[in-house]
């Protein structure tokens, strides 16, 4: 019976530590409680929100120095959301770009 409700409280504490933190709706002290993120990073999240809420992680990364897409995908990682939304590259497109050796020879081979 004691191994029953220690194996439920030891569950019970690593769903917490785990817990989603939403940037939209986090206090500062919430915000720190992530994997990564002091209190420099923190007061620049909060002041960053004051002038709106994130929209998205593109948003967030676009407008707060120090998160880039790798911080992002950490953050995301230990427990941080974006309207209750993880971070995901796979839902980014791609970015697909020609070579230019490629282009110079269709450019050739067209002439």
């Known amino acids: 019976m004691l191994k029953k409700m220690l194996s439920a409280l030891l569950a019970f504490w690593f769903m917490a530590a785990v817990a989603a933190v939403d940037i939209n709706k986090a206090d500062q ?10 209190p420099g990073l923190s007061t620049r999240l909060l002041d960053e929100r004051k002038k709106s809420a994130y929209k998205d992680w593109d948003d967030l990364i676009g407008r707060v120095k120090g998160v ?8 995301s990682e ?7 939304t993880s971070y995901s590259t796979e839902l980014k497109p791609a970015n697909v770009v020609a070579p230019k050796a490629s282009a110079a020879k269709a450019s050739a081979a067209g002439k």
């Open 29 to 38: 002290a919430a915000l720190e409680s992530v994997k990564g993120i002091g």
């Open 68 to 75: 880039g897409e790798g911080n992002a995908r950490r953050f």
């Open 78 to 84: 230990a427990g941080l959301t974006v309207n209750g």
